[in-house]
């Protein structure tokens, strides 16, 4: 067999070893990978839903803001909730929760009964199972990913949701060219009905696992009964609940890097949220399909990202990596506001995808080798808390003010804001020196 066979078979292998290695990977991957595959296609509608209806980014603001607002509201306690409570069965109760709504906005949709004021009421409650749902899923992961599998499970993971999001986006653009938002809606909750199978046996095998872990440790507590070195330290509730801020203290690149990124997502995913829809069906006056496929390169730049990422056991000078990947990203949204040429905008995207993809890579893995699984949920939570938490502000500020001074000059700025940021955090030795 060629040398260069021999390789490709390698890198393949190493891709798959989580699969063939963890039932517990193989089922978490699966039910979320088919939820993404939904919540892909909903994403890329719900604009087109709101700005069909009232043409506004103001409005199409104000509908991010409702959807993020319970996020923001309640990960400062999720966090805490996940930690204390079964993982899977969180997961279970909040996707039960997200397939009905999505099977009754289908319904509405397809009745003619969808007001503004009852999709706000969904976003919301959307958004509330997304806060308890997120801290829920990175706690399993860095359950799962253990580090014999972790750098291949996290590619393996992330390459197959950039697949995914290929799919989602086009698959979008075409329901709603060829029939109608409803049917977004309704493969959406199919997709949930899916994940719920997947995680139900995520959950049967996780207690058939913790039945033996919990008989082995019956037999070392007999067997160290008289021993009180082996009593178990008591913490208050107070304790309990700040043990995420006590670990991000002690590492200046997460604490940091939350800190820059709570701002910097104002301005990155605030464009890409409210403006992006707005420049391809508004301002330059293009076919849905064409947006879906803009965020199916997006897809294609992150999967180029993720596949790089993972071709190496090691990266060197990650600090670097994850921040240089964040500063492409801002020049490709800086570049959306001069380029018109449809093909051209739909080639920016796959760079902001690679650089928002290498950034992501870097942080999840630090995350994992740095912060105790016991303790990883409240630090999601705190992570996502700060990633989230002016996003209801930034949008509402982003729609406003792009009906005040146009969204190609709004654009320009908050562009420009985040890469700004970007070059601050580089100016940090604790950033720099991340390796």
């Known amino acids: 067999m060629p040398l260069e066979q021999e390789q490709q078979e390698s890198v ?29 296609v909903t994403m890329i509608i719900l604009p087109i839903l709101v700005y069909t209806l009232t043409g506004s980014s103001t409005i199409m603001g104000l509908a991010m803001t409702i959807y993020m607002l319970p996020i923001v509201i309640i990960l400062p306690i999720s966090g805490w909730i996940v930690d204390h409570t079964d993982r899977v069965r969180l997961i279970l109760l909040t996707n039960s929760i997200r397939f009905v709504l999505m099977l009754s906005g289908a319904i509405l949709i397809f009745t003619d009964q969808l007001s503004l004021a009852v999709l706000y009421v969904g976003l919301a409650l959307y958004g509330l199972m997304e806060g308890i749902f997120q801290p829920a899923y990175s706690a399993l992961r860095a359950e799962i990913f253990t580090p014999d599998i972790r750098n291949a499970a996290n590619a393996l993971t992330q390459v197959s949701i950039q697949f995914v999001r290929l799919l989602g986006p086009t698959l979008g653009g075409i329901l709603v060219t060829v029939a109608s938002p409803g049917s977004g809606f309704a493969l959406d909750s199919l997709t949930y009905l899916f994940s719920l199978l997947c995680f139900t046996l995520l959950s049967k095998h996780f207690i058939s696992k913790r039945q033996q872990e919990r008989y082995k440790q019956q037999t070392i507590d007999q067997a160290s009964s008289t021993d009180l070195s082996h009593s178990p330290v008591k913490t208050s509730v107070w304790q309990e609940f700040t043990a995420g801020f006590v670990i991000l203290q002690k590492q200046p690149w997460l604490w940091i890097t939350i800190v820059i990124f709570s701002l910097l997502n104002i301005c990155y995913v605030g464009i890409t949220s409210v403006l992006i829809p707005w420049l391809f069906k508004i301002h330059h006056h293009l076919d849905p399909i064409v947006y879906g496929l803009a965020m199916t390169s997006a897809g294609v730049g992150a999967i180029i990202g993720a596949v790089l990422f993972g071709s190496r056991k090691q990266w060197r000078k990650r600090g670097w990596i994850g921040y240089g990947g964040a500063l492409l990203s801002g020049i490709a949204l800086f570049l959306l506001s001069v380029i018109t040429w449809p093909p051209g905008m739909v080639m920016i995207m796959a760079l902001e995808g690679f650089g928002l993809m290498m950034f992501a890579l870097v942080w999840e893995t630090s995350l994992q080798e740095l912060v105790p699984v016991e303790s990883f949920g409240r630090v999601a939570s705190l992570d996502m808390f700060g990633s989230f938490a002016f996003l209801p502000i930034g949008f509402l500020l982003i729609g406003w003010l792009a009906d005040q001074i146009g969204g190609l000059i709004t654009i320009s700025l908050f562009s420009g804001i985040g890469m700004l940021l970007v070059i601050i955090g580089l100016c940090v030795p604790a950033i720099r020196r991340f390796d």
């Open 12 to 40: 393949i292998r190493r891709f798959l070893s989580p699969v063939r290695q963890s039932k517990a990977f193989t089922y978490l991957w699966l039910g979320q990978l088919i939820a993404m595959l939904g919540s892909s």
